[in-house]
């Protein structure tokens, strides 16, 4: 295994990691293989259900896309650290207000695809929600609370 | 019958769904999220051929690798089953990524690696990708008892259809068919297996712990006794995620290495190997008089079940019981058959035939209405299924519970608010003014479309439950079920509450474990809200006399007379009282356990609805946009509204998947499923949510729990012939064939220019 092996130096939840990883790991593989992170799921391992959603230097990313050879340096932010010991993040706050997971299988995804969003605006419009979260699939088709969860979070944007 | 009038205080309230809190942090654990120490990874071969033999397999270049531990194949695995048509491993494969081999090694790598240096010897056999096919070739024989499931037909059937026809003045027939739909959850299938020797723990997404722990017994001929079966919280089920040969080839893989053994399946083994809607074919013919009564319904329904029968006899007759019931008839006959294919097998998948099954009533239903010059809504309002049910003699004896899926008539509904729910809806659409709708020039097209629908659920199987009052002071509720991610653990759980007069919060849910759990059937065709429902409130109800039993001798009172439970104990009316710890810790264990046959010997217990849609048709593109959905359902009293909005919303919008967009496309030269990708087979995203009303129906049912019915599986049932009404409305089109793509929509116009 050696032989396929890269050591790489990256941040996850403001925790620096070493690691020797396997060349053929993906960002999502290193989170739940190697960190135990398994928030962030594996829904299609392909970029197209966007169940491994998080952040990576201030973006949200579909972690199975990113070969974990390419993070040395980076900083990423996951569901695990998105909470400040009890304190839940706003956005958490708000999907289980709203309901806004059934099965739970795409929550993470969700919320780490919002969170940009959350940062980066003080209201919302239903359609930037929309836009933000175009990337990911909930099969319980929890969409309406979804929708609902995040504009809880951040406040919709009224008109005019 | 349940004591209606006990108080509530958490039934009716949206208590919050009791894992989101995990869920939204991260932390709920899913079978994937699990690893064992010296763990190996599985991964399955599978078949590039539709129909072969296998001839011989060479496993030894692939367990040279150093990494490679063991491979099961046909030719080394027992004789056992997991369904009468399902070996272990067969030396014969059926479709397109039926399993051949499965390997564990140290990790996925190298079992990709060894898994191309297994050679296979077939002999590749002639194959049927359709119904027609597996029908007309007599030399193709997917199973050894042919590929009509049973030889024929089940036939259902009240009074007689050829009287009825003979009474008519319209007679209207149409044929209807259905897509290969795929629930496709977001979470694969998976499976942790761990073999210490002894003794077999599964880990598996499992809609019933109980029944998946019968089946690995029987199959890996193993005592039930040391086998334990754990499911972790479920990346949703929609009435799938059993039925496959994953947790048994992981199972064995762990007992003949000796270590713990993980199976993951990947997105496009989920499509392949998971389990699909059935495809259908429906003939259906319905005769009226004139003043618009109907005098018969007769309805033949084919299904495509793939290859192997998996849930299929439960399925296809579900897809009749619309045309046996919905309509007041005395006149109905159904028949429904079962074919082989090789093609990836169908199985349950949420509400079971209705859907396929309304489909074509439905949409029948309004061309019936045409010919009568009648409004489809003044139709259905004359038409519909009565509280009193449906014309007829009684046939099950008077000392039986009554199927919630009859045929015979001269049986009532325990509640049945299906014509509320037409008011309702009718109102909340503004269906008055629906001759103002359309709009017969320019690109966009607007429509008003409408469907109802009946649906068994509610009793299930023999349901247990468990409770007692723990030495902290709070109780635990022991349930044999799973909450396969629709949230029934919470309302069983406010119902045992309410029960006992105490807080939800003061209760903990046990569930997902064999060892620690009473039996329970599966999570499946809407029952949990009303059969372990039931159980709790019994459980609930019975812990409540023992607790108060109890707290007389503790208090040192004479008898019970006057004592009461309240959220921290229990009280006399003259001042004494208990508080739960203190009696907990006076009197031990305090508990009771009950089992329940959920049903009646008096009623039938169905749930009904109807859904209403405003839709704009692009006639240059073809795309449909829903401007506006409104759905009512007569679920019972609902135990949690916020949770039961999600659950009806949800459902639509999964099945506007079914109604504009999924399909599984199969080659037919070569059998291969070529969309079996998210990026392929597309499916409902947040774009197109559309807006949905939902309402409940003013119902109490005096039989279920609380006075509710079944819910879970029932909005998936009608969003498909809504629509179709609604396009038909808007451009004159009508469409038989779902789903209504684009492509298939532009066709259908050009046919009409």
């Known amino acids: ?160 | 019958m349940v004591d209606q009038n006990i108080h509530s205080s958490s039934v009716g309230t949206s208590f919050q769904r009791t894992d989101l809190k995990d869920k939204v942090l991260g932390i709920a654990k899913y079978t994937a999220d699990l690893s064992l120490p010296n763990m190996l990874h599985a991964r399955v071969l599978r078949s590039p051929h539709p129909h072969a033999n296998i001839l011989s397999i060479d496993v030894q270049p692939a367990l040279k690798m150093a990494g490679v531990h063991d491979i099961l194949t046909p030719f080394n695995v027992g004789v056992g089953k997991i369904a009468p048509d399902v070996p272990i491993l067969d030396t014969k494969v059926r479709f397109v990524g039926d399993e051949v081999a499965a390997i564990a090694a140290v990790n996925l790598y190298e079992a990709d690696t060894a898994i191309d240096l297994i050679k296979i010897s077939y002999d590749v056999l002639p194959f049927s990708t359709n119904i027609d096919t597996s029908l007309e070739m007599g030399n193709l024989k997917i199973h050894a008892h042919g590929n009509i499931v049973n030889g024929g037909p089940i036939v259902e059937a009240r009074g007689n259809v050829e009287e009825g026809f003979g009474q008519a003045d319209y007679i209207v027939e149409d044929s209807f068919t259905t897509p290969d739909h795929h629930p496709a959850s977001l979470e694969p299938r998976a499976a942790l297996a761990s073999w210490d020797g002894a003794r077999l723990t599964m880990w598996k997404p499992s809609r019933g712990i109980h029944a998946d722990k019968a089946i690995l017994a029987a199959a890996l001929d193993v005592n039930p006794n040391n086998i334990t079966v754990i499911g972790p919280v479920m990346g949703a089920g929609y009435g799938s995620k059993d039925e496959t040969r994953t947790s048994i080839l992981a199972a064995l893989l762990s007992i003949r290495t000796g270590r713990p053994v993980k199976l993951e399946l990947n997105r496009e083994e989920e499509f392949l190997a998971g389990r699909r809607r059935h495809s259908t074919s429906t003939k259906i013919k319905m005769g009226v008089k004139k003043d618009g009564t109907v005098t018969a319904v007769h309805v033949k329904t084919v299904m495509d079940t793939g290859a192997y029968l998996s849930s299929g006899p439960g399925v296809v007759r579900r897809a009749g019981q619309g045309a046996l019931y919905l309509y007041r008839c005395p006149n109905v006959k159904y028949e429904g058959q079962i074919v082989y294919t090789n093609t990836p097998t169908a199985g349950s998948y949420r509400a079971l035939g209705a859907p396929q099954g309304h489909f074509a009533l439905e949409s029948l239903s309004d061309q019936i209405a045409e010919k009568l010059n009648m409004d489809p809504l003044k139709f259905r309002l004359m038409n519909h299924v009565g509280p009193e049910g449906q014309p007829g003699e009684r046939t099950t004896p008077k000392n039986q519970i009554i199927d919630t899926q009859p045929v015979e008539g001269g049986v009532p509904f325990s509640s049945n608010e299906l014509r509320q729910c037409l008011i309702l809806g009718a109102d909340a659409i503004g269906w008055d003014k629906r001759d103002q709708i359309p709009t017969p020039t320019g690109p966009i097209r607007r429509g008003l479309g409408m469907s109802m629908f009946i649906y068994r659920g509610g009793p299930g199987g023999q349901s247990n439950a468990e409770m007692s009052l723990d030495k902290d002071g709070c109780f635990t509720l022991n349930v044999g079920f799973m909450d396969v991610g629709e949230g029934s653990s919470t309302v069983v759980l406010q119902m045992a509450a309410d029960t006992l007069g105490v807080l939800p919060q003061m209760i903990s849910l046990n569930s997902g474990n064999t060892d620690n759990t009473p039996q329970s059937p599966m999570t499946a065709g809407s029952t949990l809200t009303f059969s372990a429902g039931q159980a709790a409130v019994r459980a609930a109800n019975q812990l409540a006399s023992v607790v108060i039993e109890a707290a007389s001798e503790a208090i040192g009172l004479a008898d019970t007379e006057g004592l009461y439970i309240t959220p921290d104990g229990v009280c006399s009316m003259s001042g004494d009282g208990v508080k739960f710890a203190d009696l907990a810790n006076k009197s031990g264990l305090l508990k009771a356990a009950v089992s329940v046959t959920p049903g009646s010997k008096d009623y039938i217990v169905n749930s009904f609805g109807a859904h209403f849609a405003e839709i704009e048709v692009d006639i240059e593109t073809g795309y449909v946009k829903i401007t506006k959905y409104v759905a009512v359902h007569d679920s019972g009293r609902i135990i949690n509204p916020k949770m039961a909005k999600g659950q009806v919303r949800g459902g639509i919008s999964q099945m506007m998947g079914f109604t504009f967009l999924e399909d599984m496309e199969i080659d037919h030269s070569s059998g291969v499923t070529l969309n079996a990708s998210f990026l392929e087979h597309k499916s409902p995203t947040i774009m197109e949510y559309p807006e949905i009303e939902v309402i409940f129906a003013d119902s109490i049912d005096p039989v279920g729990p609380f006075g509710a019915k079944s819910l879970g599986e029932t909005p998936c049932i009608a969003p498909a012939p809504t629509i179709a009404n609604a396009l038909y409305h808007a451009t004159g089109v009508r469409l038989n064939h779902l789903p209504f793509t684009p492509d298939s929509v532009l066709t259908a116009l050009k046919r009409l220019r």
């Open chain 1, 1 to 160: 295994m050696e032989n396929h092996a890269t050591k790489i130096t990256f941040k996850v939840n403001g925790e620096q990691h070493t690691l020797d990883i396997d060349n053929r790991f993906t960002l999502l593989d290193i989170l739940r293989d190697r960190l135990n992170l398994t928030g962030a799921k594996k829904g299609c391992d392909l970029g197209e259900c966007g169940a491994c959603t998080v952040i990576l230097d201030g973006k949200a990313v579909n972690s199975c896309q990113i070969l974990g050879v390419k993070i040395t340096s980076s900083e990423i932010k996951t569901i695990e650290g998105l909470s400040q010991g009890d304190m839940l993040h706003p956005l958490q706050i708000s999907f289980i207000e709203n309901d806004g997971g059934q099965c739970g299988y795409c929550t993470p995804g969700f919320i780490m695809g919002a969170y940009p969003l959350f940062e980066s605006k003080t209201n919302v419009s239903v359609e930037e929600i929309r836009l933000a979260l175009a990337g990911n699939l909930c099969r319980c088709n929890a969409y309406g609370a979804i929708i609902d969860s995040v504009v809880g979070a951040i406040g919709i944007k009224v008109d005019g």
